[in-house]
């Protein structure tokens, strides 16, 4: 693994590009990233191109040994281009536009930002074609930043009546796939179809469905065009991408198909307050909340690895509060990020911004240019990644299932404001690491072959052939733990003729009398296996059919009824919960699944400790300012650390997770 | 009493139609309603109408004797139409479109819209002008939904234009009316008044109430279209329409007097949770509050009593949450429903519907067409009704006032966030109902003589003749309590010449020095009659003058000063009561003004236990989990149930409420 | 000090004016306000004057002795004229109109408005140029209520073009200044400047913040072209205008260079309301907190004194609730406004208005004519001034810094939503309240060496000037007392070359090596000089060089750091505080650099007790329900009240504030 950090050359003077430089290597950086904003001072006006800056600063990596990573730098017209064509901008659903004067501010469905995109893009190609030192390309930005993946303008309103002729064929076909019969919202013919504006209450939750569909794929295709134009200016250059964390509207597999491999943004201390106010410990502010970040790094890891693109470098400006990250949390997040399959670990950013929207985020170095507090950080792990050398991939025995189109259905009727679609994934995904797993997330329809256990949270939108799939799964051996809401409904979010969970019903050997949600105030127990747990905000009656009841409710107009099913299915075996459950009956449902599939798991971790395996190795991850106590086999090698492991520190030795205990 | 249910035809497949029918027939089913959302299936070209699906499904129910309700598809004008003349949608103040693709996106002002409601209503009207099955219908469906009773687009204006005209007669005449000097507010034309647009702080409230007028009338006026056009067909039909609760932008006083007899939609469990946190008790999550129901109930009761329109049938999908109801509900609802002088109380809807945006909506059968939690509770009502047989009206021995201006002139001035009109009314209401009262919901100007009592929560906006009528109450014997903030302002929003209660400072005998709002961090205590009690939000400090003081502040600035005053009016009496009167007071003051009536009144009941009396019959709906046992006289006849009535249960014996007792 | 009020002739019948004038004889009052909104009666078609009302009214106050001060009546122009030219109205950012219907709805940068005042300023000044009664001006009324200084509309982007180009010369200097290069906003023209429009997220903080400068630039142009007009009318009449408490978006100090002295409106149980729910005290909520009072008598008063020009007489009607004033505050505040230096305290208003947006704010009078709360308080007030006579200004041996630039670049990035501007000053202030002294408010660049001792909350922008006058004043002898986030950023916005305090840096004796931002859940703890206090929201790690440090952390990543420095300057000293303090520790830095200052302070006092001195005499205040017992010196005369103040009192003695103690 190595280490790298994001520069822009342009806010700083030319003169000290080469200390810059030099304190780079010295810290044992070993890829760059650079230009994602910078269309502005490469074409300060139409067609006037100005390389040279960018020329310089290729050149003083290449002499110094250092990769780069170019950026195009389509996130940010300039304030000429959007005046030459305002039609370029995004607008909102009332048909406000989204201005010029922050970002992101152009429709991924513009015909002339389309054609502006490719003057660029091809322009910087071709001027770096041959530059030995330019390795690859990130397109554009963090797609979608600041809720932008989805916009109303009039060209969004042509392509996504384009997108539903491709989609449907007829647009008898479309209504009848939708329902649109409901409230008289039938279309006469695709010319008749709209982006969802300002309404006086909810749209028709298809035609929802279908425009996050369509603006994803939006998104996606335009991502399409840039790797095309890089690849053909030079066809050896990787292309990724930087996505983002818990990021809702863009189906970061499908785009993630275009890319060589992905990378993504990890801020762990600015993630860990978009929580409810119990879950922001002080730990969690100062190091994070190891499996909100974990959960990424296993989203975007793909078969190529992935990257942190940017890392969190100490403190940050964008959230609510910025408390300094505990001491040597840097250096924590680095391994943690190589412990799930990082290649590269990408600081964001090299110094400190004296202007614009991101003064107060830290860098590597401050603003006057001495040491801040993650140079240290990285410096060292940079040391210890050159010493871990090239690392295989993870291998894990579970999956957790993701499904962006379940998401975006979820999000569009929670039947709770409280159901949230990733919160969900968390509460299963939480439990798995506790107890030591590596986990793949994976759509469900990826291939689930190779996985002793899978995982679905939920399989809210489903067809028979994606049970079907399941169901080979299982009774090919495979062991399922699946969640509530499967197979409600079906893929144009339509609900199924049958009860749910549709075509699932036969594999889950039961189906579902009622659902409710549930306000905290009202009592919500079930018995699982004879031992007393809670759930939360989701309660499905359970009628069985081939399958046992393991849990039954306890209060409530539930009552008496059962909550959770398993049977066997050839040689594996399915469970079907009906809650989302609690932490402690989430717990309880993946380790049983683990052990009818055979893996053992380990004790259950504490919320700041946890533990992950790769290419032999295990790394042992403190999240928590008190010192642990590793006990390890007599033979066992540290690589990095040793048994006594102090607050925010990481060891990795070469041990396997069950061989090992911490106090 | 009868029962009904709605029905969508359009959203399912033909050869379902019958057995659909058959088992409505099997439940003891009366009356079914269709049509209200099928604009856009009868007519899916311009002038291409399709009735042939109509008929036969009219023709069904004919056959099994099946009376059907149609409703006029006006709530969702096709996308076509709007296509072709997007003037007709509403605008939000800042001229925002509210756009198709939800529901009730037209303006009511529209002349465009006039004409495509008369083409469509008379095409349906004369179609089914000889239909024996048809035996009444609904205009459009729940007027103001999602808040569009007021729109502001340039339709709006013009009217509005001509309505002030109307009003006023002269520009001057409204300028004094009003008050225009203030903040040169003057209006030279009627041509210069619009709509109250986006503004920098609050409109000027004469403005704004002569603008909730002006929108409530439009309402009216549309509907009174309607109501001739269908009448101009068969006049032998009644017309009706489906209201909604606690439903505040639009007089129903004033569109009922348009119709046969006025329905709502009741849904107990959804509604319960509008309410404050502490109310939302797991018993109104089950079973509804029933005073809050049952306002609506009376509210809407007309001479000819009224009908339930919509019943919940089991969950819904549009509340925060959707908890099960207990079980019995549904039944226990339909009761309430009758006790309070429902002739047919009719389920919202007949299957779960499988697409558009009331997925989650339960029916009376679930979206498979088995039988849903709702079935069975219909059918048991529906055989119950059959035998308690044609019922009188009820008849109730006290009224309370409502006027929708005041409650519009109180929203714009509430002086305190919590200051809501119906919560004020429902103080006094709930208070009533615990002593197991039946009572009429009035507008102040109706005719009292027969009430032995009149609560007047409020009489805000009043002006001599207002006084003049209930002067002549008491004189002619009438007991009254009036409440808080009376005769503040003349109709037109602008403050009495005199201080309050303005022209009823005779009859109440003092008037108000001060007044005051207050937070929850401020004491709030008074004692009345010698007791200590607690009120909330409103205080105004009383000067007696004929009357004597009963109550006086013990805390806060207000300390020693008067805060409830009564005398007697002849053979009748009137007390005034200044605050808003926490629940003990309420009932205090209620209990005293009922005695001094001669009215007795019944053990205050639990809040999830209430009794009603319709025709010589005592209904007693138990809206708690736990059982309840009634003791009756001996020679009681129980017609529904009996002595021991459990959970969400319900018995109706023929005794006087005053002679049974409930542990 | 003398007595005022406020009068709306307009709003009352003819035949009532000498009624209303003779009880303000009664009640000794010397000037009265009229006309501020009055342009609809003046001018109720364009060219149609009638002053024949207001003649006559200001001819009944000169014959009864009373001055007037007439109002431009800008702040509301007519329907007429908005439906002439509607391009005056102002807009949002996302180009939405301010429409007519309530107040403030006109641009101060539209041509076409600058000729509308021009009219109608001078033919009232023309026609009043010789009234004798008439002593002076308040130009409109309160600039920017309902915030309205900043304004979008297409006059006001011209406007800022053009004041770019002149506060910039070159677009390529304000491409540098600004740091563009950042997200690639560089501009390539002035035309391209934009005024900041929605945007899907924050704009460039520089642009932001000459956006701020430029709007409240424009408001400070507007007034200074309506002072011009009004003294080429009349030279010796005075001109001022009414600011607002605690108001940000305009640059008091700037508008006041135009002005004869500043006025202000104060509404203290008002103001109490908008803050955190523990400090809404009961006392507070019936007589205000009296520093957050005090400090805009602090802020307004000027080398001439200043005035209350609307002083609240009784309950009012804009905040979230109302309760009615203590006893005798009404007198209290005339007095508190006195003893900060005002020469008259003018009642809002005289009657309780009963039309328009203000109904239910009390006046003098009731709006039936009799006598509100208020009369008697005022009536007293006006005797005990006319006794006290004329009185020399207030001298404070403190000043407390205050830069509207700082404010408004902090409320752009404030890193924690908490951290507000007002809210520091405030703790600062409170501190120094609560210590018996007189405080000066001025800006940064104001002339210091009258001062014993200088606090500066923050000095946020800076430079090497600003730098040097504070390095001047402490080598002077002076004593300093600065706050955390001082010399972050040059003026423009962007972040200083150097880590902070930047400039400051020598002057402090260290700098900042990190900051931090932190959630109440964090500790937040120090010692200072031995004693641990606690602090809030931002926290400094400082580095000291020449200066010593006297606070410490003791908790947190930051524990063992230095979090407050010391040293000696010459003949005086600098004391600077890297953290948001404590009440505590407030009061123990204030207490510490005046102690060096060699100024004595007070006990602390209850927060409902405040002294004040002026002329010699020392007012006792008292904010508290319950009575105060002041021992002063044997031959102390009071002039006021005396040794035994009862709630919501006051007295005056004449005696040294050093020479009183309060039980
Ligand atoms: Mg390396
Ligand atoms: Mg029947
Ligand atoms: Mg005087
Ligand atoms: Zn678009
Ligand atoms: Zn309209
Ligand atoms: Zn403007």
Same mark, same amino acid.
């Given at each position: ?166 989609? #449907? ?234 499904? #962006? ?259």
């Amino acid at each position: 693994p190595r280490i790298g950090v994001c520069y822009f050359p342009e806010h700083w003077p030319r003169e000290r590009w080469k200390t810059d430089v030099d304190q780079m290597v010295d810290a044992g950086i070993d890829v760059v990233r650079m230009g994602e904003f910078s269309w502005g001072r490469i074409e300060p006006e139409r067609g006037a191109f100005d390389f040279e800056w960018l020329d310089t600063a290729v050149s003083l990596f290449d002499d110094a040994g250092i990769d780069v990573v170019l950026c195009t730098p389509t996130a940010t017209p300039p304030k000429w281009l959007i005046d030459d064509h305002p039609e370029i901008l995004q607008a909102e659903p009332d048909g406000t536009a989204r201005e010029f004067g922050s970002r992101r501010h152009y429709c991924f469905n513009s015909p002339v930002y389309r054609e502006e995109t490719e003057r660029i893009v091809r322009a910087m190609a071709e001027r770096y074609a041959d530059a030995d030192a330019v390795v690859g390309w990130q397109t554009d930005n963090e797609y979608g930043c600041h809720d932008t993946i989805r916009c109303y303008c009039s060209d969004c309103a042509t392509a996504f009546r384009e997108w539903c002729r491709e989609e #449907y064929g007829t647009v008898d076909e479309l209504n009848e796939a939708w329902g649109t019969a409901f409230w008289s919202q039938q279309h006469a013919s695709f010319a008749e179809l709209d982006p969802p504006g300002h309404t006086v209450t909810d749209h028709h939750p298809s035609r929802r469905l279908a425009y996050a569909r369509f603006a994803s794929e939006s998104v996606a295709d335009y991502n399409r065009f840039q790797t095309e134009l890089l690849r053909e200016s030079n066809d050896e250059w990787f292309v990724t991408h930087n996505f983002m964390g818990h990021f809702e509207t863009l189906d970061a597999f499908e785009v993630g198909e275009d890319l060589d491999f992905a990378t993504w943004d990890s801020y762990p201390t600015g993630f860990a307050q978009f929580r409810e106010p119990s879950a922001v410990t002080d730990n969690r502010l100062r190091a994070g909340d190891p499996d909100q970040v974990s959960f990424n790094h296993d989203l975007y890891r793909g078969p190529a690895g992935f990257w942190v693109m940017e890392q969190q470098p100490g403190d940050v400006n964008w959230p609510p509060r910025c408390p300094q990250p505990g001491e040597g949390a840097m250096r924590l997040w680095a391994h943690q990020a190589v412990a799930h399959g990082a290649n590269v670990v990408s600081y964001f950013r090299w110094r400190r911004c004296r202007q614009g929207q991101e003064q107060y985020h830290a860098g590597l170095r401050k603003h006057d240019g001495s040491a801040d507090r993650g140079y240290d950080d990285a410096a060292r792990a940079a040391g210890e990644f050159d010493a871990l050398g090239d690392l295989d991939p993870v291998d894990p025995d579970v999956a957790v299932c993701v499904s #962006y189109d379940d998401l975006w259905a979820l999000s569009d009727h929670p039947h709770a404001p409280e159901f949230e679609y990733l919160r969900l994934v968390d509460s299963f995904y939480r439990a798995l690491r506790a107890r030591g797993h590596q986990v793949d997330v994976v759509e469900p329809d990826a291939d689930l072959d190779g996985y002793a256990a899978v995982v679905a949270p939920t399989l809210h939108l489903a067809d028979e052939s994606l049970a079907a799939r399941f169901e080979a799964y299982a009774a090919g051996g495979g062991h399922l733990l699946v969640g509530p809401r499967t197979g409600y409904k079906l893929p144009d979010n339509r609900i199924q003729p049958d009860l749910a969970p549709g075509p699932f019903a036969d594999l889950v050997g039961g189906h579902v009398d009622q659902h409710e949600t549930l306000p905290e105030s009202l009592p919500t127990r079930l018995t699982y296996r004879g031992d007393e747990y809670d759930f939360r905000t989701w309660a499905e009656w359970l009628t069985p059919d081939a399958a046992r009841a393991t849990g039954e409710y306890t209060a409530g107009a539930a009552a008496g009824r059962p909550a959770v099913l398993e049977r066997s299915v050839d040689a594996g075996s399915v469970a079907y919960c009906g809650v989302w459950p609690s932490e402690e009956l989430a717990d309880a449902l993946v380790t049983d699944v683990l052990d009818r599939a055979g893996v053992s798991s380990t004790d259950r971790l504490p919320e700041t400790v946890r533990v992950a395996r790769r290419d032999g190795r295990v790394w042992v991850l403190n999240f928590g300012s008190g010192p642990l106590t590793v006990d390890v086999p007599a033979d066992a090698t540290w690589y990095v650390g040793g048994a006594s492991i102090p607050g925010y520190g990481v060891g990795v030795v070469d041990a396997d997770v069950s061989d090992i205990s911490i106090q």
